[in-house]
Protein backbone atom coordinates (compact mmCIF):
# COMPACT_ATOMS: atom_id res chain seq x y z
CA UNK A 1 0.00 0.00 0.00
CA UNK A 2 1.71 3.42 -1.44
CA UNK A 3 2.26 5.93 1.59
CA UNK A 4 -0.95 8.51 1.13
CA UNK A 5 -3.06 5.41 0.90
CA UNK A 6 -2.33 4.22 4.11
CA UNK A 7 -2.51 7.86 5.77
CA UNK A 8 -5.60 8.89 4.08
CA UNK A 9 -7.08 5.29 5.27
CA UNK A 10 -5.57 6.70 8.80
CA UNK A 11 -7.28 9.74 9.37
CA UNK A 12 -10.46 8.11 8.25
CA UNK A 13 -9.84 5.60 10.63
CA UNK A 14 -9.56 8.47 13.07
CA UNK A 15 -12.36 10.55 11.76
CA UNK A 16 -14.44 7.82 12.21
CA UNK A 17 -13.49 6.96 15.93
CA UNK A 18 -13.81 10.95 16.69
CA UNK A 19 -17.91 10.43 14.99
CA UNK A 20 -18.71 7.87 16.72
CA UNK A 21 -17.85 9.08 20.35
CA UNK A 22 -19.27 12.78 19.57
CA UNK A 23 -22.52 10.50 18.63
CA UNK A 24 -21.79 8.63 21.97
CA UNK A 25 -22.19 11.94 24.15
CA UNK A 26 -24.75 13.32 21.99
CA UNK A 27 -26.76 10.42 22.77
CA UNK A 28 -26.00 10.09 26.32
CA UNK A 29 -27.29 14.10 25.96
CA UNK A 30 -30.17 13.28 25.05
CA UNK A 31 -31.06 10.17 27.03
CA UNK A 32 -30.01 12.52 30.08
CA UNK A 33 -32.21 15.44 29.12
CA UNK A 34 -35.27 13.30 28.87
CA UNK A 35 -34.77 11.22 31.54
CA UNK A 36 -34.39 13.73 33.69
CA UNK A 37 -37.12 16.25 32.38
CA UNK A 38 -39.85 17.12 34.95
CA UNK A 39 -43.04 19.18 34.86
CA UNK A 40 -44.38 21.18 37.82
CA UNK A 41 -46.86 22.35 39.74
CA UNK A 42 -48.42 25.46 38.16
CA UNK A 43 -49.42 28.67 39.67
CA UNK A 44 -53.22 27.77 39.74
CA UNK A 45 -55.51 25.50 42.19
CA UNK A 46 -59.32 25.50 43.18
CA UNK A 47 -60.97 23.43 45.47
CA UNK A 48 -64.49 24.00 45.33
CA UNK A 49 -66.27 20.94 47.52
CA UNK A 50 -63.43 20.78 49.91
CA UNK A 51 -65.01 21.29 53.61
CA UNK A 52 -62.04 22.61 55.15
CA UNK A 53 -58.60 24.00 54.23
CA UNK A 54 -55.47 25.10 56.38
CA UNK A 55 -52.30 26.24 55.92
CA UNK A 56 -48.94 25.22 57.97
CA UNK A 57 -45.28 26.10 56.87
CA UNK A 58 -46.35 27.11 53.42
CA UNK A 59 -48.06 24.10 52.85
CA UNK A 60 -52.21 24.38 51.93
CA UNK A 61 -53.81 21.47 52.63
CA UNK A 62 -57.85 20.89 51.39
CA UNK A 63 -59.63 18.17 52.85
CA UNK A 64 -62.40 16.50 51.82
CA UNK A 65 -65.21 14.02 52.70
CA UNK A 66 -65.11 10.67 51.74
CA UNK A 67 -68.94 9.39 51.36
CA UNK A 68 -70.04 6.20 49.84
CA UNK A 69 -70.77 7.40 45.47
CA UNK A 70 -69.99 10.87 46.44
CA UNK A 71 -67.51 12.62 44.18
CA UNK A 72 -65.04 15.43 44.76
CA UNK A 73 -63.13 17.83 42.50
CA UNK A 74 -60.25 19.61 43.20
CA UNK A 75 -58.34 21.59 40.44
CA UNK A 76 -54.28 22.04 39.75
CA UNK A 77 -52.19 23.35 36.98
CA UNK A 78 -49.15 21.77 35.59
CA UNK A 79 -46.46 23.98 34.44
CA UNK A 80 -43.44 23.25 31.67
CA UNK A 81 -40.74 25.38 33.41
CA UNK A 82 -38.35 23.17 31.14
CA UNK A 83 -36.57 24.39 27.58
CA UNK A 84 -38.58 22.00 25.27
CA UNK A 85 -42.35 21.75 24.27
CA UNK A 86 -43.84 18.43 25.56
CA UNK A 87 -46.57 16.59 24.69
CA UNK A 88 -49.22 15.70 28.31
CA UNK A 89 -50.76 12.63 27.01
CA UNK A 90 -52.69 11.32 30.36
CA UNK A 91 -53.77 12.20 33.39
CA UNK A 92 -53.16 8.71 35.21
CA UNK A 93 -56.32 6.80 37.26
CA UNK A 94 -54.07 6.48 40.57
CA UNK A 95 -57.26 5.20 42.21
CA UNK A 96 -57.92 2.90 45.06
CA UNK A 97 -59.75 0.55 46.13
CA UNK A 98 -62.36 2.97 47.99
CA UNK A 99 -62.41 4.91 44.99
CA UNK A 100 -60.85 5.90 41.20
CA UNK A 101 -60.49 8.60 38.63
CA UNK A 102 -64.60 9.14 37.51
CA UNK A 103 -63.22 12.46 34.90
CA UNK A 104 -60.54 14.38 33.70
CA UNK A 105 -61.20 18.06 32.19
CA UNK A 106 -59.09 20.58 31.43
CA UNK A 107 -58.99 24.55 30.93
CA UNK A 108 -55.81 25.25 28.42
CA UNK A 109 -56.36 28.74 28.67
CA UNK A 110 -56.30 29.59 32.37
CA UNK A 111 -54.48 33.01 32.26
CA UNK A 112 -56.42 34.12 30.11
CA UNK A 113 -59.71 33.20 30.71
CA UNK A 114 -58.69 32.46 34.52
CA UNK A 115 -60.69 29.39 36.52
CA UNK A 116 -64.09 28.89 36.30
CA UNK A 117 -64.82 25.45 35.62
CA UNK A 118 -67.45 26.41 32.78
CA UNK A 119 -64.62 26.62 29.55
CA UNK A 120 -63.65 23.36 30.54
CA UNK A 121 -63.57 20.13 28.03
CA UNK A 122 -62.72 16.68 28.59
CA UNK A 123 -58.67 16.10 28.85
CA UNK A 124 -57.29 15.38 25.63
CA UNK A 125 -53.63 15.65 24.86
CA UNK A 126 -52.01 19.06 24.20
CA UNK A 127 -48.52 20.50 23.93
CA UNK A 128 -47.06 22.55 26.55
CA UNK A 129 -44.52 24.99 25.36
CA UNK A 130 -41.66 25.98 27.38
CA UNK A 131 -43.45 28.58 30.74
CA UNK A 132 -46.55 27.42 29.49
CA UNK A 133 -49.20 25.54 31.82
CA UNK A 134 -52.56 23.66 31.42
CA UNK A 135 -55.97 23.57 34.55
CA UNK A 136 -56.82 20.27 35.49
CA UNK A 137 -60.01 19.00 37.19
CA UNK A 138 -59.84 15.78 38.49
CA UNK A 139 -63.18 13.85 39.81
CA UNK A 140 -62.77 11.25 41.94
CA UNK A 141 -65.60 8.83 43.10
CA UNK A 142 -66.76 7.14 45.77
CA UNK A 143 -67.10 3.55 45.51
CA UNK A 144 -70.84 2.07 46.65
CA UNK A 145 -70.08 1.25 50.82
CA UNK A 146 -66.62 2.27 50.29
CA UNK A 147 -64.82 2.79 53.72
CA UNK A 148 -61.50 3.77 53.56
CA UNK A 149 -60.58 2.26 56.78
CA UNK A 150 -63.44 2.57 59.36
CA UNK A 151 -64.82 5.95 60.57
CA UNK A 152 -62.76 8.86 60.95
CA UNK A 153 -59.29 7.64 58.93
CA UNK A 154 -57.66 9.46 56.31
CA UNK A 155 -55.56 9.61 53.18
CA UNK A 156 -53.06 11.74 51.64
CA UNK A 157 -51.58 12.51 48.82
CA UNK A 158 -49.42 15.61 46.92
CA UNK A 159 -48.83 14.47 43.26
CA UNK A 160 -50.91 13.50 40.32
CA UNK A 161 -49.42 10.72 37.75
CA UNK A 162 -49.21 11.90 34.72
CA UNK A 163 -47.91 10.67 31.37
CA UNK A 164 -45.69 13.19 28.58
CA UNK A 165 -43.23 13.11 25.90
CA UNK A 166 -40.20 15.11 26.04
CA UNK A 167 -38.02 14.85 23.23
CA UNK A 168 -39.61 11.64 21.59
CA UNK A 169 -39.11 9.54 24.59
CA UNK A 170 -42.35 8.47 26.29
CA UNK A 171 -42.07 9.47 30.51
CA UNK A 172 -44.88 8.91 33.54
CA UNK A 173 -43.93 11.91 36.22
CA UNK A 174 -46.10 11.93 39.66
CA UNK A 175 -46.32 15.91 39.30
CA UNK A 176 -46.23 17.85 42.29
CA UNK A 177 -49.88 19.57 42.54
CA UNK A 178 -48.89 22.24 44.80
CA UNK A 179 -50.35 21.47 48.25
CA UNK A 180 -52.07 18.80 50.32
CA UNK A 181 -55.46 16.93 49.01
CA UNK A 182 -56.54 15.29 52.23
CA UNK A 183 -60.02 12.52 52.20
CA UNK A 184 -61.47 11.30 55.80
CA UNK A 185 -64.28 9.00 55.78
CA UNK A 186 -67.00 10.63 58.55
CA UNK A 187 -67.57 10.33 61.93
CA UNK A 188 -70.70 7.37 63.19
CA UNK A 189 -72.96 10.38 62.41
CA UNK A 190 -72.18 11.25 58.71
CA UNK A 191 -70.48 14.06 59.74
CA UNK A 192 -66.62 15.46 59.80
CA UNK A 193 -64.35 14.01 62.41
CA UNK A 194 -63.55 16.59 65.48
CA UNK A 195 -59.75 16.19 64.46
CA UNK A 196 -60.68 17.91 60.56
CA UNK A 197 -62.35 20.83 61.47
Do not use: K
Amino acid sequence: MPPTTARCAGRRGRICVVAAVVLLLLSAAYLTATLRYELGAGSFSAHPQSFSDSSAGGIREYRYLAQPDRTIEYGFSIANRGPVTVALEEVVDQGGPAYSVDRVRMEPDVIRQGITGFHAVPFQPIHLRPDDQVFIWVTLRFSEGAQVSGPCAAFWFDTQSVRFTALGMPREQRVPIGHVITVTTPDADGQPCAAYP
